[in-house]
């Protein structure tokens, strides 16, 4: 198998308490690999340690104990951040600078300059459909716009890995499916995503790996697919069943004695998918 594009291993991190002397463990034993291309998704309730584990990842914090490595190189050394971007939960931006001046900004600190950067600033204004706001100050942004503008940021040194901290939060649904899409995308070009989100409709739709952690325990992870499966039921769907089939189906079941029809009913659409049909 190929390198991994994360690997953290028994990570530990923890924060002097209120109480003298005592110590918070925000992140206790956390284990996780996350190969090329994958799409990995990190869900847990609130102050459950994901922002904490990303930042250990990114070497904005220390471990306490373990170790966190991107494509091989540990963390803490600068040069494993050649290869990520990162979108911060709350991300600052200057808000007096317009969205191009604001992408310039981080491709400077990226060491970009010239054609190279300025062809990487369109090409992103374009990906994240802001060619035209990319003259307006930030000061007039949408949340969603600035989420976007955030995104593009993340990308503009063509990471090969993207980490990405509530990428869709406060954002409406038409925008998050926009981030979504955006996301896709990525995923679609072999660009591999880290992310953490309390939507958790939005996870299974983008993610094809997860993990869910807990007061800083890793409780579960594994392929979504195999994780969400219920083995023990089949699902049959059927267009246009008159009633007198579907009373043949329920027979044919009665019949064999062991299996049992569970329901058949209409099958239902998202809350998400009615209103962004309404809202289109
Ligand atoms: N710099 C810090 N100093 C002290 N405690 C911290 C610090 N950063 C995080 N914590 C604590 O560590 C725990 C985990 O926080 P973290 O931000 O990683 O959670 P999270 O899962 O990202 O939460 P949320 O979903 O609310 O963003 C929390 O109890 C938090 O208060």
Redesign the pocket.
Known sequence: MSQPAVEIKDLV?E???AIRKTR?R??DQVSLTIQPGQVYGLI????????????ALLGL?APTEGTCEIFGKNSLKTDSRKDVGYLP?NPYFYKHLSGRETLKFYGKLCGMKGKQLTDRIEELLELTSLTEAGGRRLAGYSKGMLQRIGLAQALIQSPRLLIL??PTAGVDPLGSRQIRDLILDLKSNGITVFL?S?LLEQVQEICDTIGI?HQ?KMLKQGPLEKLVALEDQTEIMLQNASPELLEQIKQLVAADGKGELLSATHPRTSLEKLFLEETK
Not at 47 to 55: A, D, F, V, Y
Request: aromatic share 4%; glycine share 14%.
């Open positions: 991190k924060f002097p308490a918070h925000a992140v847990g309730p609130n102050g459950s340690g994901k922002s904490t584990t990303m930042k914090l939960e901290d509530e953490c309390h952690i800083g």
